[in-house]
């Protein structure tokens, strides 16, 4: 396999927005495209790159493109017909249209970060499930509110309002961070991607943005901001990140090695969507090595699902092999540069059996 050098990361994750075909391979094969979650858009790019490029891994000769989007767009465009594969960090719901053939296919995994720009105030900055919650419905209004203070009593916090940034359409993201806080106590959220029905007001705070690299942007640019989105996306723009009270009671910041350990713990669906418990108590485990991780997991984390047929009477080939890949060999490769989490364990066991069942 022609594996990028790590020099090409930092190139690959320039182009997360604008993820094209890449290079294609010599031999004449299938082209498919394929539209999304644009939390997973730089572990994507980096596989859609290499794969076009790759003849030893991609002998049949396809080419693969992907528009990092968002989770419903990716959804939308999968069930309407108009992209043979879609990725999204959340199911449909049960009332969506979607095709009597779906396949959820776990592809790659993630924490979702809560980054802030306070002056003067480095990562760190302690905060629980229903005190965030309040922060992005605008509840709690300023910096200096008490419920921050509590958990913070060390830090000068100032009186300057909280600007919220969050995600417009309809967004897995978003959704992923309302289930989380919904489970850690955080009142009047609810279970949707749509940021008024997941908050329940319906004339939100704060600035709409239309995928992760965009939100992340305008949370760089406005002071005592704050916003949600992947690690990746977050990274080298001056900003900090909050460390978050997992279900042991431990804050922890973002990392990968910090969502790896909540996601291998997670249980899949037949229908191949993960389970998450993020109330679970690792310390309270009998196996030694459950339990050490208490203090370290990462509980505000992702799954990105590869949307897939299941019908025979297709040929969906091109779709099963690039889902392969991404899970075999690209994932492992890029996903800790990236600061994504390769599938490990029963979750990457469970995500192989299902790419066997495209079609």
Not at 13 to 35: F, K, M, Q, R, Y
Not at 135 to 147: C, Q, V, Y
Not at 305 to 333: E, Q
Request: hydrophobic share 40%; proline share 3%; with cysteine.
């Amino acid at each position: 396999m022609r594996l990028q050098a790590k020099a090409t990361l930092a190139a690959i994750a320039l182009t997360a927005s604008l993820i094209g075909s890449g290079v294609a391979a010599d031999a004449a094969g299938t082209t498919v495209s394929g539209e999304g979650s644009s939390f997973a858009g730089g572990i994507l790019t980096a596989c859609v790159i290499d794969y076009n490029s790759d003849s030893t891994s991609n002998a049949a000769g396809d080419t693969i493109s992907y528009t990092a989007s968002s989770s419903g767009a990716g959804r939308t465009s999968f069930a309407n017909g108009t992209k043979p594969f879609g990725a999204s960090d959340w199911s449909y719901a049960d009332t969506d249209s979607k095709p009597n053939d779906l396949l959820y296919v776990p592809l790659v995994g993630g924490p979702i970060a809560i980054a802030y720009n306070l002056p003067g105030i480095a990562s760190g900055l302690k905060l629980d499930g229903p005190t965030i919650g309040k922060i992005f419905r605008g509840d709690i209004t300023t910096w200096n509110n008490a419920a921050i203070a509590k958990l913070n009593p060390k830090v000068s916090l100032p009186a300057s309002n909280i600007i919220v940034n969050y995600r417009s359409g309809s967004s897995g993201t978003t959704q992923n961070f309302a289930n989380w806080l919904m489970a850690t106590g955080a009142t009047g959220w609810s279970n949707s991607g749509t940021w008024a029905t997941a908050t329940g007001v319906s004339s939100p705070v704060g600035n709409s943005e239309a995928n992760s690299a965009a939100l992340v942007a305008d949370t760089h640019t406005k002071q005592f901001s704050i916003g949600y989105a992947d690690l990746k996306d977050t990274l080298g723009k001056a900003l900090s990140f909050a460390a978050v009270k997992n279900a042991d009671g431990n804050f922890v910041l973002p990392s990968v090695t910090g969502a790896a350990q909540f996601l291998a713990q997670q249980k899949i669906a037949t229908n191949g969507l993960v389970q998450f418990a993020y109330t679970t108590k690792f310390a309270s485990s009998k196996t030694k090595s459950v339990a050490a991780i208490a203090k370290t997991a990462y509980n505000l984390s992702v799954v990105t699902y590869g949307l897939a047929h299941n019908n025979p009477s297709t040929d969906n080939s091109a779709v099963a092999r690039f889902f392969k890949y991404v899970i075999n060999t690209c994932a492992p490769a890029y996903a800790g540069d990236l600061k994504y989490v390769a599938l490990t364990g029963a979750l990457k066991t469970a995500a192989v059996a299902l790419v066997a069942k495209v079609g």
